[in-house]
Structures are given as C-alpha cells and as structure tokens.
C-alpha cells in the first residue's frame, strides 16, 4: 500500500497532467473532428470522385482509335473558350480526357471529352470539385491564412493530448476501464471508459497523422521543406544542373510534391528559341516513351520559353515522378523521382502517402478511416464526460497540484513541442498566461469542488479486485 506522501505525489503529478490534457482537450477537439470527419472523406476521394462525377470522367470503350491530343483539346476550346493550360491523358480505356482551360476571367475550368469521337461531355471548376472543398475544409483554407496556422497548432497540442491521455489511462493497477468499458451511457463512467479506452488504441495514429500532417503546414512545413530540399532552385540534392531557370515553381502550376513545391520551372533552351515548337501531340508521344505511370497530367507552355511538364503521384510511390520537355527539342530537361529525393525528403514523403491512404491500398484507407471514426467518438465522449463532470456555472477545469513542482514534467514536454513547433510554442505562451489568470480568479473563490481530488488519488490506488 503507498504512504500518504507517495499518495499526495501521485495526485499531485495526475493533477498537473489532467489540467493540461484538459487545456489541450479545448483546443483540440473541435479541430480534432472536423479533421476526422474530412480526413476520412478524403481517403477515398478518387473513388467518390469517380462515382460523383461518372458521367463526366466514365467513357463507353470503343474499337475505334482515341483521337490525338490536339483534337481533344481544339474541341474543348471550342465549347468553352480560353487558353490551353493543361491536359490529362486518359488514364484507362474508359476514361475521358481531362482539358484545363483558363478563360479570359474567372477560374480555369476542367473540360472532360471522349477520347474516342472528341466530345465535350461537360466541364468543373478546376478546383471547385466536391473533393477539393473537402480537402480545403481539411486544412482551413477556405479561412484564409490565419485559420490555416491553427490546424498546425491544433497538430502540436494533439501530441501533447495523446501523450498526457496515456498517463491519464495507465491501469497503475486498475482492472477496470482500462480495456473494458464501465456503466451504461446514463453514468460518467461509461463515457470516461469510453474516451480512454478509445484514446489509448487511436492514440498512435493520431500522433501519426498530427507529425505526418506537418509538412503541409504554415510556418514548420514550409521552413522544413525549404532545409530539407536545398537552396539551388528548390530541386533535391542529385538533380541540381546548369539550366536557364525561370521565376515560376512547380507548386504555382498545380498540385505537386511536397518535396518539389519550391522547384523553380526551367525554360527551353535559347538555342531552340528560333525553331517550331513540337506541339502537344509530340510532347504526349515523348512522355508516353519515357513510361510515366497512367494518370499523369501534362502543364503545356504559356510563352515562348516555356516548357512542357509531365507529373505524376500514384499510390506507388517509387512511381511518383515530375519531367520538363524542351518545347522545341522535345528532349527532357529534367526527369525527378521518388528516388532523387534526399533522405528527409523521401520519409516525410512516405509519410505523406500513408497519411494520404495512398501507400498500402484500401487496407491503408480502411485503418485510417477506423482511426478517424475512433477520434470523432473519442472527442464526444470526452465532451460527454466533462458535460456530466463540471460543477454547475464553471467550466470544471481541474484543479492545480498542491505542489508546482509537479508541473515541471508537463512543461518540459511543451517547451520541446514549442521550440519544434514554433506556432506551437507562440500558443502555449498565451495558455500559460491564460492559466495564470484562471488560478488568480480561482484563488479569490474560496469554493472547493471536494470530488475532483478524491476520483485523481482513486485514479492511482493499486486495486486488488474488478469492483
């Protein structure tokens, strides 16, 4: 049996760790589901996708040759006027060709056609898809800037959620409610076995998803990829070459690697610059030959020293590849891969895929949309929980250990987080001053709420028996 002081100790140290899971809890949590809820949509975006929009992208397979690429494109033009930007070879027999127009205003547009008699079977919002307002509302784009440093924020407090949420569930001898789930959805217990029950198992995915998100993220992806990717033109160590490089970068001309996002476009060689242009059936053939994977997506040239640029992420990611044509020659400027990736870059990359259900194939999607349904019911049963906990009229935050001392291990965790996570560390300064406010108002309440210390000490008795 523990003496009294090792009893005050353990209350004390499950005090401190309980008020900043709490904390991180209110923070988190309704983030936590909204990236749940779209995270898991966005894992099978190209099967909703194709079933969405079947009768856009699905084509009745015909014995008759596909039309070239010029045909498409002219008849896509025709019926919705603007400048080529874009074209997307069909990735299957039975599926249309895809033809970015840009139009004299307004957004570009995503012209699909049959490949095999070229017509028009109708046109989207380039990015105004149902899964690209998905993937917007993933990561608060929609909100401008601000709102998309939260969910960095939000993915550096969910470390310190999980982390905290573990000391909280270790069974330190308890039987029940460790693994099992107590009482009926009437009693507080039930939803406290639920959120830790819930919690301990989803716990490493969502540190998975939270560390893997990163790379996307406002201030820590783009200093990472910047130091991760090199100095010379954005391009991964071992592809650095003497070209004539424009002022334009990849990401600028559409969705691109995270690792190739800075990579600046080459332009053709001047000594070609007097020459005829190739033209986009040459370009296709030539990309064909070099065998980039199906669904790859050609960004045509948009002034004399352009280039041709192929791209291509499948689910393979050794097949993931980006090559720039010379307009006039036709031969490839430069050809990246996975491969060509430095060390970093091919983890966080990796990373990515997986975080993407892109990497192990639907028993990739189907774990980690298990784990997005396991947050949303941990998150309402945590808010379930505190509903029935909180004593009437007060938020129920719990209480300070008597000694400050047991603070300490909390607070080197979160000083690591925030030197890591510098909009992490900015957030967790503007906590600590918040909680200070909250201790002095709650020092002038000479209230005590006498459950509160009672459950923590009861959390850290040694139990001898399943009651």
């Known amino acids: 049996m523990p003496s009294l002081p090792d009893t005050i100790r353990h209350v004390d140290a499950y005090r401190a760790v309980w008020r900043w899971h709490f904390y991180a809890g209110l923070l988190v949590l309704p983030f936590l589901i909204l990236l749940a809820i779209t995270g898991g949509l966005y894992l099978f975006h190209q099967e909703i996708e194709n079933a969405w929009y079947r009768d856009l992208k699905q084509v009745q397979v015909a014995t008759t040759p596909t039309l070239a690429p010029s045909a498409l494109t002219q008849s896509a033009q025709r019926a919705y006027p603007g400048t080529l930007a874009k074209y997307l070879p069909p990735a299957a027999p039975d599926k249309a060709a895809q033809v970015v127009i840009k139009p004299d205003t307004g957004d570009s547009l995503s012209v699909y056609v049959n490949p095999y008699d070229g017509h028009v079977l109708g046109a989207l919002p380039e990015r105004g898809t149902l899964m690209w307002t998905i993937r917007r509302l993933h990561s608060l784009d929609y909100f401008g800037p601000i709102a998309n440093g939260a969910i960095e924020i939000a993915a550096g407090w969910s470390v310190l959620l999980v982390l905290t949420?573990?000391?909280?569930?270790?069974?330190?001898?308890?039987?029940?409610?460790?693994?099992?789930?107590?009482?009926?959805?009437?009693?507080?217990?039930?939803?406290?076995?639920?959120?830790?029950?819930?919690?301990?198992?989803?716990?490493?995915?969502?540190?998975?998803?939270?560390v893997t998100g990163m790379?996307?993220?406002?201030?820590?992806?783009?200093?990472?990829?910047?130091?991760?990717?090199?100095?010379n033109f954005g391009y991964p160590a071992g592809v650095r070459v003497a070209l004539p490089m424009s002022d334009e970068h990849l990401a600028h001309m559409g969705q691109t690697s995270w690792s190739l996002e800075q990579a600046r476009m080459p332009e053709s060689a001047p000594s070609h610059a007097m020459g005829e242009p190739i033209g986009l059936d040459a370009a296709v053939r030539a990309f064909n030959r070099l065998d980039l994977a199906p669904g790859y997506a050609i960004n045509v040239p948009q002034s004399p020293t352009g280039v041709y640029t192929a791209s291509v992420y499948p689910n393979d990611l050794v097949r993931q590849r980006v090559v720039h044509l010379d307009q006039y020659s036709g031969q490839p400027l430069l050809d990246m891969s996975y491969a060509d990736y430095g060390p970093l870059g091919k983890a966080l990359e990796w990373g990515i895929n997986v975080h993407m259900g892109q990497e192990f194939g639907l028993a990739n999607q189907l774990i980690l949309v298990a784990a997005c349904l396991a947050m949303v019911l941990m998150s309402i049963a945590a808010a379930a929980m505190w509903w029935k906990r909180r004593p009437t009229g007060s938020l129920g935050i719990p209480p300070m250990p008597a000694a400050r001392g047991a603070l300490r291990g909390v607070m080197v965790l979160m000083i690591i987080g925030g030197v890591i996570f510098p909009l992490v560390g900015a957030s967790l300064l503007v906590m600590l001053v918040l909680d200070l406010i909250v201790q002095r108002l709650t020092r002038r309440d000479t209230r005590r709420v006498p459950s509160a210390p009672v459950e923590s000490a009861l959390e850290h008795r040694p139990s001898r028996s399943n009651s």
């Open 165 to 210: 949420g573990l000391y909280l569930w270790w069974p330190r001898g308890r039987k029940q409610g460790v693994i099992s789930i107590r009482g009926t959805p009437a009693k507080r217990v039930f939803w406290r076995d639920t959120h830790a029950v819930t919690g301990a198992v989803a716990g490493f995915f969502i540190l998975f998803l939270a």
């Open 215 to 231: 790379p996307w993220s406002l201030v820590w992806g783009a200093k990472v990829n910047q130091w991760a990717n090199g100095n």
